[in-house]
């Protein structure tokens, strides 16, 4: 389901962004999109939206990746930088391989990992080659 179709304010009627879709988005209407990869291969669906409270950024979108029914599916967070906005199919892009996706660290549903530790978060931008926060200007 696209975040089109979870808009049930009818936020994205009045599009006023000088960019390809929203310059804002909900939270809520991302849960649920499609993640594919540039070779039109299905990566998974958000499932959560990991925001850090320190910045108020978004640092993570948690995908979920095979399994089914949730039976199986290994949940992956995914740098929120990582992932590029398609507005023609209105889905999200990662640049991996689909077998890159099956090795990635990843936990299931009763396991979480502890993601404000500064270790993991440099094991998760290591493997996907991001950085955190790469647009942010030091003062």
């Known amino acids: 389901m696209s975040y089109e179709d979870r808009d049930t304010y009818g936020m994205y009627s009045n599009e006023a962004s000088d960019g390809p879709g929203p310059g804002l988005m909900g939270a809520d209407t991302l849960l649920g999109n499609d993640v594919y990869n540039e070779q039109d291969e299905d990566l998974g669906d958000i499932k959560e939206i990991m925001l850090d409270m320190k910045t108020g950024r978004v640092s993570y979108a948690v995908l979920s990746f095979g399994g089914f029914l949730?039976?199986?599916?290994?949940?992956?967070?995914?740098?929120?930088?990582?992932?590029?906005?398609?507005?023609?199919?209105?889905?999200?892009?990662?640049?991996?391989?689909?077998?890159?996706?099956?090795?990635?660290?990843?936990?299931?549903?009763?396991?979480?990992?502890?993601?404000?530790?500064?270790?993991?978060?440099?094991?998760?931008?290591?493997?996907?080659?991001?950085?955190?926060?790469?647009?942010?200007?030091?003062?």
Do not use: C
């Open 70 to 139: 949730g039976v199986g599916e290994k949940l992956f967070a995914v740098p929120w930088s990582a992932l590029t906005l398609d507005t023609v199919k209105k889905r999200f892009i990662l640049k991996v391989a689909k077998d890159r996706i099956k090795d990635a660290p990843g936990f299931d549903s009763d396991h979480w990992p502890d993601m404000a530790s500064t270790a993991w978060a440099d094991e998760i931008h290591s493997y996907y080659g991001t950085q955190p926060y790469p647009n942010e200007q030091v003062l």
